[in-house]
DNA sequence: GAAATTTTTGAAATCGATTGCAAAATTTTT
DNA sequence: AAAAATTTTGCAATCGATTTCAAAAATTTC
């Protein structure tokens, strides 16, 4: 297929290594001969096979990124600075989307191990599985991984997380505050990341003494509208609804506009995430800002450290914070 | 680092070759050598190397994916296709941000070339530019490619492209035949496919007779609005405004409420691309469907078929159709 | 039970780079 | 101009797989 570093050599009149010193400017080319090869590099449209480079120096200046669903825009902007960050340092992202089983996500370790890759990064809370822990020990089990958005507790994984507890609970306060009395939660799948939020609502709810008032809703903004009116069918005192996911918030304030509610009026509204389009909704979404950006510049810092230094690991954990808008 | 099938074979008592030939489930091994084999690849979690393999085979099972920025909805739905159906089959997926230079997204081309990559996709019209197209003759002059929203005359270069000259001119026809007569168009970046909307919206100017008002915003849905609030106070008769982009539709609906207008009533507003959170906008935005999906889907057919034959090409055309909601 | 046939295995070459070491070429010193 | 020192170059081994070809082992045939 395509040229190798004999047919420059043969070329040039002069034997492979030489041509392999010209390619990776090393020192003791004599400069006539040096700029001979250069001239046929450049004519050549040559380019060095990074497999068999990669081969014999035991590396492959490749990183891997699983995420759960690259087209969530959460997980593709971590994906998107970790892959931008390293390209300029000459690596190769392999973004992969992990598949929606612990089997699955398992099964992308090993692939990843297959690519040799010399970093991983694991971005979504699901990755936290038995089955994805025993994956990296037994294929990683000394590459750098940085997991954003979970914990395991091995040596070589750090990790990035966003205390979405506390962000949760706080966002109960805010709303008890303010002198809401029933705050509903509308929870989407069950991920770890979403417990933890749960969690959090739950003791605020306790500590206020305030009823928890739960309901789950699929992950469309039109179910997400549905289950808004169904619980308000149900608990027609209800004067505030905090969302596991922006999306779902569009949809219920959407919905509950078409009822005829105001908003924030009769009922107030947060989501969560503080994703793109939470700006863009009318009203303007009140939202749990999970600090994607941070999260994701950590990531790369660690990634970086642990790359020069593989046994160099962190664990960062970053604060959420209250944006408010036009639903609360 | 990692186990070698060296490794394997010394303890399993057999030679490479015999290991190779398991993994790759070879015949003529017998059946007790191959179960023994079998157990200790499974005991000691070999993962085969994909560099050393694909040096052999003159493979290396990856795609390239070419984006001009990963962020954006539009591109990463194509790449998320093609990484999924491609992982089936064992490929793993480059997916790159190619800049914003010509340089920069020919340079891209060279590393791909440099990995190897049996095929590669380019989604964005952007990446129409003889830089880009001689980077293609000179480092990947038999790699299949296929070209998302743009087209090279080349041998090995494949296309899919949305006809937005005739989607945008439909757009125009449709206000038209609602009765409006002073449609604005407002442009985002000047890219190739933007040229092409913008001809469709002449053309389809020039033929009803109307007047050509083109205004051009920056690409947030901040400095859409200004530039759609700027418009119309220069042209006050304005009764549509057709969009580039949905998100800056989605910023220009936005003020035109904030200033008392009534959305469709006063003025229609039509976006494009059909983007996600179009329908999750309130007014829901109406918008000229190019097609994403489609689009993607067959560049990923083609693939395809070009990984099966490398000679195959094929160009296709996809007509946007319009999407009719809450703001026409 | 020896010969012929078939099945199973391993040694060695290969893919496209990089690198240590020794040989060749050049320059410096005497 | 020969010897010594230095610079430049190439040979051969290596990375971790795969594959061809021939040898060894097992099976069948007579």
């Known amino acids: 297929m395509g040229l190798t570093i004999y047919d420059i050599a043969k070329e040039a009149g002069v034997s492979a290594s030489t041509v392999s010193r010209v390619i990776n400017a090393r020192p003791g080319i004599k400069k006539s001969t040096r700029e001979r090869v250069e001239k046929i590099l450049r004519d050549s ?3 060095v096979s990074e497999a068999a480079r990669g081969l014999v120096n035991q590396t492959s200046r490749m990183l891997g990124i699983l995420v759960s669903d690259i ?4 997980h593709i902007e971590g994906a998107y600075m970790i892959e931008q960050h390293f390209m300029k340092k000459g690596y190769c992202s392999l973004i992969l989307n992990a598949g929606d089983t612990d089997e699955s996500r398992a ?5 990843l191990s297959s690519r040799r890759v010399e970093a991983a990064v694991l971005i979504g809370s699901v990755f936290q599985s038995e089955k994805v822990r025993k994956a990296i020990i ?18 070589n994984v750090s990790s990035v997380v966003a205390d979405e507890t506390e962000g949760t609970a706080e966002a109960v306060r805010y709303l ?3 002198g809401r009395r029933n705050i509903a939660y509308i929870n989407s799948n069950d991920t770890p990341s979403n417990r933890k939020k749960i ?3 739950d003791k605020a709810c306790a500590e206020l003494g305030l009823e928890s008032i739960l309901s789950v809703s699929g992950d469309s903004a039109e179910e997400s509208a549905d289950t808004t009116e169904h619980l308000l069918s149900e608990h027609p005192e209800l004067d505030a609804i905090i969302y596991a996911v922006d999306l779902l918030c569009v949809g219920g304030a959407r919905r509950l506009l078409d009822l005829g509610k105001s908003i924030p009026k009769d009922i107030a509204l947060i989501g969560t995430d503080n994703s793109p389009f939470s700006i863009l909704a009318n009203p303007r979404l009140s939202t749990i800002d999970t600090k994607l950006f941070e999260l994701s510049s950590a990531c790369s810092d660690i990634l970086e450290k642990a790359i020069e230094n593989p046994s160099y690991t962190e664990h960062v954990v970053i604060r959420p914070s209250l944006v408010l808008r036009e639903t609360t």
């Open 45 to 47: 449209n040559f380019s």
């Open 71 to 74: 087209r969530n825009q959460h």
């Open 107 to 111: 099964e992308y370790i090993r692939i």
């Open 138 to 155: 037994d294929y990683m089990p000394t590459t750098p991984i940085v997991f954003q958005n979970g914990e395991f507790d091995l040596s």
């Open 176 to 178: 008890y505050n303010q």
């Open 199 to 201: 969690a959090g609502y």
